[in-house]
């Protein structure tokens, strides 16, 4: 039988507990655009069954990279390609041994909802055409953003590149590229397939082919000097749960 002084012990243990979570600092984790809402979700799972809250800064992932490697203070950082990874880990930025793709992604091209735009991605398609007299193609930006990089490798190879590199509407991210044909101020662009299904006012007119392009990859990794915690997270994203919110975010999980 519980005695009066053991009955409030009990109360201020449980009061406490989440008391001292509240009081650790929370995770800085960098992340490429298009993971705001999966990892929004993820992060505030994980808040719930850790006590552990996860603080994220979401741009292109040219921007992270560049922060992190310039001294920002970062415990994790997710890329939408492994080419920024790599020059984070090739500059001795990251943890040795904690690096791990997350998950994975299609190439789509998008419309406005309400357009009549029909177009099979496929060689020679008429892009060019399809934007109009003045119209422009909203991509990331291809000189820092891996969605634009990767929308450039695409149209090269299906040889429409050069008739649309001068009539681009660069974007700082994806999301921002997304938001240029939501808006209707961009009548095509070239987002991931999980973007556009965030987005209710597009639609995806096609499918870029896998063999367009290189395989659309989500690295995650530790930051060197990364705070408390950095490595229970970084092994968060790859579990069950997290998984599991990928998959219903549209992206695709390793193995």
Known sequence: MLTRRSLLGLLAAAVAVPGAAQD???LTVFAAASLTDAL???????TAATGQRVRFSFTSSGTAAQQIQAGARADVFVSADTAWMDRLQQAGRL????????????LVLIAPVRSATRLAVRPGFPLAA?????????????????????????????????RVAGRLA??????????????????LGIVYETDAAAERRVRVVGVF???SHAPIVYPAAVVRGGGQGATAFFRYLQGRRARATFRRYRFRVPG
């Open 24 to 26: 650790r600092p929370p």
């Open 40 to 46: 929004g979700e993820i992060g505030r799972a994980y």
């Open 95 to 106: 943890q040795p041994g904690l690096r791990a793709n997350v998950a994975g992604g299609r």
């Open 130 to 162: 399809a934007l109009g007299p003045r119209g422009r193609l909203a991509v990331g930006d291809p000189a820092s953003v891996p969605a634009g990089k990767y929308a450039k490798e695409a149209l090269t190879r299906l040889g429409v590149w050069n």
């Open 170 to 187: 660069p974007a700082q991210d994806v999301r921002a590229a997304l938001a240029y044909v939501a808006r209707g101020e961009a009548p």
């Open 209 to 211: 082919p896998a063999a």
